[in-house]
T-cell receptor, first 116, second 114 residues
Framework: DTGVSQDPRHKITKRGQNVTFRCDPI?????LYWYRQTLGQGPEFLTY????????KSRLLSDRFSAERPKGSFSTLEIQRTEQGDSAMYLC??????????????FGPGTRLLVL | AQSVTQPDIHITVSEGASLELRCNYS??????LFWYVQSPGQGLQLLLK??????LVQGIKGFEAEFKRSQSSFNLRKPSVHWSDAAEYFC????????????FGKGTMLLVSP
């Protein structure tokens, strides 16, 4: 399967705990995006990587959130000291870089986080 | 900043009937337009996209969408809905600048009645 994969698919944690999610993009895709989707809303952009460089971060990404893509392949998203408001679906997407212009983003199945 | 409006939160359609889901965007130039579908608890699957050229675009699963510049709209249509089409549908736009992040509408939940 050459699609975007995410792990875990579901995570339940207690408030104050740290959690880490992993995303494996489609191989050879240089761009990787993280989005957050809360109930009844569309996905909202969190952060973007081009290869290993984190080039853009949304204001939604508080100091408790950190994302990495150390070798330009898989990426991790860590949330420290989780709060109940962090409960959401976290979606990862990847796209090829190409020479110019917008490229289609392909999404993974998401990680659903519930903070108790 | 660009925005996307999907005016209908829920739509119920009888199986076999036609479907149109509305999407309007707000941006000064022509953005790049997408429709994605999301089944319960799942990620997003791309249905179709518009970058340029013919304003009527065909997608997977029998869906099509028409870009109307004068109305800033990109409505999704299907001539005959199947029960398996029940899902949530998201319209999204991207700019041909920066890092092409997507801005999504709030989605329209499609219910299919027998």
């Amino acid at each position: 399967d050459t699609g975007v994969s995410q792990d875990p698919r579901h995570k339940i944690t207690k408030r104050g705990q740290n959690v880490t999610f992993r995303c494996d993009p489609i191989s050879e895709h240089n761009r990787l995006y993280w989005y957050r989707q809360t109930l009844g809303q569309g996905p909202e952009f969190l952060t973007y990587f081009q290869n290993e460089a984190q080039l853009e971060k949304s204001r939604l990404l508080s100091d408790r959130f950190s994302a990495e893509r150390p070798k330009g392949s898989f990426s991790t998203l860590e949330i420290q000291r989780t709060e109940q408001g962090d409960s959401a679906m976290y979606l990862c997407a990847s796209s090829p870089l190409g020479l110019a212009g917008v490229k289609t983003q392909y999404f993974g199945p998401g990680t659903r986080l519930l903070v108790l | 900043a660009q925005s996307v409006t999907q005016p209908d939160i829920h739509i119920t359609v009888s199986e076999g009937a036609s479907l149109e889901l509305r999407c309007n965007y707000s941006y000064g130039a022509t953005p790049y337009l997408f429709w994605y579908v999301q089944s319960p608890g799942q990620g997003l699957q791309l249905l179709l996209k518009y970058f340029s050229g013919d304003t009527l675009v065909q997608g997977i699963k029998g869906f099509e969408a028409e870009f109307k510049r004068s109305q800033s709209s990109f409505n999704l249509r299907k001539p005959s809905v199947h029960w398996s089409d029940a899902a949530e549908y998201f319209c999204a736009v991207a700019l041909n600048s920066g890092y092409s992040t997507l801005t999504f509408g709030k989605g329209t939940m499609l219910l299919v009645s027998p």
